[in-house]
């Protein structure tokens, strides 16, 4: 019976860790997001949150998360991309952004770069880095960059092989 319970106590404290719901910022070079009725971006959108707004959410695994109004973390409203959400500290007294590291755009054989949605060729092209350019960049894996302006704004991803921390 002793097994049972320490089993039990120990699975129900896995899922409240699964369940940690953090409070958050919009963040989209679009000026909105999507809310989806499912964690894919084939799912019907069921409304759309505008950069700058407040919301809890949950993340989850596949790069998504729960998310719930500012208002009640109770009131679950669908799913949004992890990327377009910024981590805050809900009495806005200590920030807990991630860090950003200081690059500079570089292509041995061009003059520019393309900046794309999306970690992959795969997405479409939102603008252009001129080389030389100063960005703010956090690796998004797979051999990506995630780029950022001096506001620390996302503006989207370029190859990590064109990005380097040194002119």
């Known amino acids: 019976m002793k097994r049972v319970i320490l089993c039990m106590t120990m699975v129900l404290a896995a899922v409240a860790a699964d369940a940690q719901q953090y409070y958050g910022r919009v963040q989209d ?3 909105y997001t999507n809310i989806r009725r499912a964690p894919s971006a084939n799912a019907a959108i069921v409304r759309q ?3 700058g707004d407040y919301l809890y959410y949950t993340p989850q695994k596949n790069g998504w998360s729960k998310v719930y109004s500012a208002n009640k973390t109770s009131s679950f409203m669908g799913y ?3 990327s377009r959400i910024v981590r805050i500290n809900p009495n806005n007294t200590t920030s807990t952004e991630p860090s950003y590291t200081l690059g500079y755009i570089t292509d041995p054989t061009d003059t520019y770069v393309n900046v794309r949605r999306g970690p992959g060729t795969k997405y479409a ?3 252009r ?3 030389g350019d100063a960005v ?3 690796d998004a894996g797979n051999g990506w960059a995630k780029i950022f302006n001096n506001k620390k704004q996302h503006v989207g991803y370029v190859a990590k092989s064109r990005v380097v921390t040194r002119r």
């Open 29 to 31: 070079v679009d000026g």
């Open 49 to 51: 949150y505008n950069s």
């Open 80 to 82: 949004m991309s992890t």
């Open 125 to 127: 092209i939102c603008g």
């Open 129 to 131: 880095l001129n080389i």
């Open 136 to 138: 703010y960049f956090q």
